[in-house]
């Protein structure tokens, strides 16, 4: 059985950071991209980040580029997302998907995601 556990969100002021986890049970999480998802309320959910197995490719959300910052430690079963300058627009709920379909095109690494979820965390930037 997979499982994905995220941990790491909470409430932070504009500007301010915060490093999500998310851990993954077994054999799953070796081979396999990584994506971190977001689903603000009344909004569709997003690709925020990811990341190819070994690290090497990576895709960011225009609207995080130079702010957020996707890794994964394999011997740990674990992919983090680093987030800084957090704005208000960044309040969600943030998910971590794994084995979707990674690709690249023309240099740039694409992800789609596959059928596994975690549970998802907050995120809520206010001052």
């Known amino acids: 059985q997979v499982q994905l556990v995220e941990s790491g969100g909470g409430l932070v002021q504009p500007g301010g950071s915060l490093r999500l986890s998310c851990a993954a049970s077994?054999?799953?999480?070796?081979?396999?991209?990584m994506g971190w998802y977001r689903q603000a309320p009344g909004k569709q959910r997003e690709l925020v980040a990811a990341?190819?197995?070994?690290?090497?490719?990576?895709n960011y959300a225009d609207s995080v580029k130079g702010r957020f910052t996707i890794s994964r430690d394999n011997a740990k079963n674990t992919v983090y997302l680093q987030m800084n300058s957090l704005k208000p627009e960044d309040t969600a709920v943030y998910y971590c998907?794994?084995?979707?379909?990674?690709?690249?095109?023309?240099?740039?690494?694409?992800?789609?995601?596959?059928?596994?979820w975690g549970q998802g965390t907050q995120v809520t930037v206010s001052s």
């Open positions: 077994g054999s799953i999480f070796s081979g396999n991209s």
């Open positions: 990341i190819s197995s070994r690290g090497a490719g990576k």
């Open positions: 998907n794994i084995a979707g379909r990674g690709r690249y095109s023309s240099g740039t690494y694409y992800y789609e995601p596959g059928d596994y």
